[in-house]
């Protein structure tokens, strides 16, 4: 079955920059979109990106301007590039893969993201 591996999470300080990086295995299939979202303690899972199979990407508000998503199909791999972390970017981090025509949903581990000074 399917099974994603997400890595490149730790602890940077505010203004820092991480790089988290995603890879799908197994039986993949006419992928629709993947993508990144985070829970913090307390709080819901939050979508942060997405990028569709065509390269069409949506940026949580919050994001906009300072993370980046980008895939490279060849090897289902989704990234996610934090400039300029904040505080409240900290979160444990979840890739998403969406497959087929009814966009079934598989998820990852998730990889801690910590921004401290």
């Known amino acids: 079955q399917v099974q994603l591996v997400e890595s490149g999470g730790g602890l940077v300080q505010p203004g820092g920059s991480l790089r988290l990086s995603c890879v799908a295995s197994?039986?993949?299939?006419?992928?629709?979109?993947m993508g990144w979202y985070r829970q913090a303690p307390g709080k819901e899972r939050e979508l942060v990106a997405t990028i569709t199979s065509g390269g069409l990407t949506n940026y949580a508000e919050s994001v906009k301007g300072r993370f980046t998503i980008s895939r490279a199909n060849a090897k289902n791999t989704v990234y996610l590039q934090m400039n300029s972390l904040k505080p409240e970017d900290t979160a444990v981090y979840y890739c998403k893969l969406a497959l087929g025509r009814y966009q079934i949903s598989y998820w990852g581990q998730g990889t801690q993201v910590t921004v401290s000074s």
């Open positions: 197994g039986s993949i299939f006419s992928i629709n979109f």
